[in-house]
């Protein structure tokens, strides 16, 4: 998640997207995400209710995703290349959360 905000933060300059006012579904979705970060740490340490946080957010984020306004940037290929990873990686997280004999490791 981190790795695709700070590709966006270094896209090339377009006059077209600086005019433009911040959404607030786009601050939304910075907040969401960096609470993501935490929700990550609390399911590397087992913490039961990391797994309902972290479905939560990601919920939360997919919202933020489908409401947002068009991009304020050009994207570039390693925009699309880490958001598609980011994606990925949120699957498979999913996938051994909830499948794997991982989840047991979640129950006090």
Do not use: C, H
Request: glycine share 6%; net charge neutral.
């Amino acid at each position: 998640m981190g790795a695709v905000f700070i590709t966006a933060l270094n896209e090339p300059y377009d006059v077209k997207y600086v005019e433009q006012t911040p959404s607030p579904i786009l601050t939304f979705g910075v907040i969401v995400s960096l609470l993501g970060t935490l929700s990550l740490i609390l399911l590397y340490k087992f913490v039961p209710s990391g797994r309902i946080i972290y479905t939560l957010l990601v919920a939360l984020w997919l919202l933020a995703l489908f409401l947002s306004p068009e991009s304020y940037f050009v994207r570039s290929n390693t925009y699309n290349i880490l958001n598609w990873i980011n994606g990925a990686a949120t699957g498979a997280i999913f996938a051994i959360l909830y499948t794997s004999e991982i989840k047991d490791k979640f129950v006090r």
